[in-house]
T-cell receptor, first 115, second 113 residues
Framework: KAGVTQTPRYLIKTRGQQVTLSCSPISGHRSVSWYQQTPGQGLQFLFEYFSETQRNKGNFPGRFSGRQFSNSRSEMNVSTLELGDSALYLC??????????????FGPGTRLTVL | EDKVVQSPLSLVVHEGDTVTLNCSYEVTNFRSLLWYKQEKKAPTFLFMLTSSGIEKKSGRLSSILDKKELFSILNITATQTGDSAVYLCAVYHGSGNTGKLIFGQGTTLQVKP
């Protein structure tokens, strides 16, 4: 069974641009969560989707948004990029309704650099 | 303010030693506590704890939660160099659409041969 896949793996953008990251969960998993990891702030929860609905949300500005499709694939969008958005963005999938209380499997991450 | 604090922040031991990592938390509406291991890649799930006093074990790793004192420990016995990693503690709190996951700073463990 294939693991969680994220694309692209690396991305370089400039301030003010917008970016879309993609996450494909493990086959059969219906819940996807997104995280931001930086050296200064550590790992921070962005949001969680289940059955195309956002179930939980972290403390990030509205520039960060996401969605989930009927096949459980999820996308995360960041608009008007800032230098501080440079980070490793991880997504995790799990089988059941709330991935925050169940075993989560992480993807390899997308390394975003904002210049 | 909701927070999760891990200690120590870093630790150096030798193979065969036993280590104890600590995680304390202050959150509203606690739901569960999770431990992860992160090497030079994405975190790997270790344990999820919801009930106080019940130990979870997986090989040489074990963890227990104390909901009264608001902390958890992760024990690793007979450490090996492959245990070198950052160990992350996270707490899920809240309910429904207001649920959030807060991570601690992590404990960097280095196991020397």
């Amino acid at each position: 069974k294939a693991g969680v896949t994220q694309t692209p793996r690396y991305l370089i953008k400039t301030r003010g641009q917008q970016v879309t990251l993609s996450c494909s969960p493990i086959s059969g998993h219906r819940s996807v969560s997104w995280y931001q990891q930086t050296p200064g702030q550590g790992l921070q929860f962005l949001f969680e989707y289940f059955s195309e609905t956002q179930r939980n949300k972290g403390n990030f500005p509205g520039r960060f948004s996401g969605r989930q499709f009927s096949n459980s694939r999820s996308e995360m969008n960041v608009s008007t990029l800032e230098l501080g958005d440079s980070a490793l963005y991880l997504c995790a999938s799990s089988l059941v309704a709330s991935s925050l209380t169940d075993t989560q499997y992480f993807g390899p991450g997308t390394r975003l650099t904002v210049l | 303010e909701d927070k999760v604090v891990q200690s120590p922040l870093s630790l150096v031991v030798h193979e065969g030693d036993t280590v104890t990592l600590n995680c304390s938390y202050e959150v509203t509406n606690f739901r569960s506590l999770l431990w992860y291991k992160q090497e030079k890649k994405a975190p790997t799930f270790l344990f999820m704890l919801t009930s106080s006093g019940i130990e979870k074990k997986s090989g040489r790793l074990s963890s227990i939660l104390d909901k009264k004192e608001l902390f958890s420990i992760l024990n690793i016995t007979a450490t090996q160099t492959g245990d070198s990693a950052v160990y992350l503690c996270a707490v899920y709190h809240g309910s429904g659409n207001t649920g959030k996951l807060i991570f601690g700073q992590g404990t960097t463990l280095q196991v020397k041969p």
